[in-house]
C-alpha cells in the first residue's frame, strides 16, 4: 500500500468536512433559528452535489490518463 494515497473513505471524509465548513462559513441568519438550519441544510446538498461531481469527474479524467 502506497502512503501518499488517499483511500476511498478518507476522501469521502475530507470531502464532507470541507462541505459542510464551507456551507457553515457560508450561512448567514443567527445560528439557533429554523432559517439557519434552512439555509445551511440547502447549501450542504448543493455543494455537496457540486463537489461529488467534480470528484467523480476528476477520478474519471484520472482512469483515461493511466
Not at 13 to 34: D, K, N
Not at 35 to 56: D, M, Q, T
Amino acid at each position: 500500500m502506497n502512503r501518499e494515497t488517499f483511500t476511498q473513505k478518507q476522501v469521502l471524509i475530507l470531502v464532507i468536512a470541507i462541505v459542510a465548513g464551507i456551507a457553515f462559513a457560508e450561512t448567514s441568519s443567527p445560528m439557533w433559528s429554523l432559517s439557519f438550519w434552512r439555509e445551511f441544510g440547502l447549501k450542504l446538498i448543493i455543494y455537496g452535489a457540486i463537489s461529488e461531481f467534480v470528484v467523480i469527474l476528476l477520478s474519471s479524467n484520472e482512469e483515461k490518463n493511466i
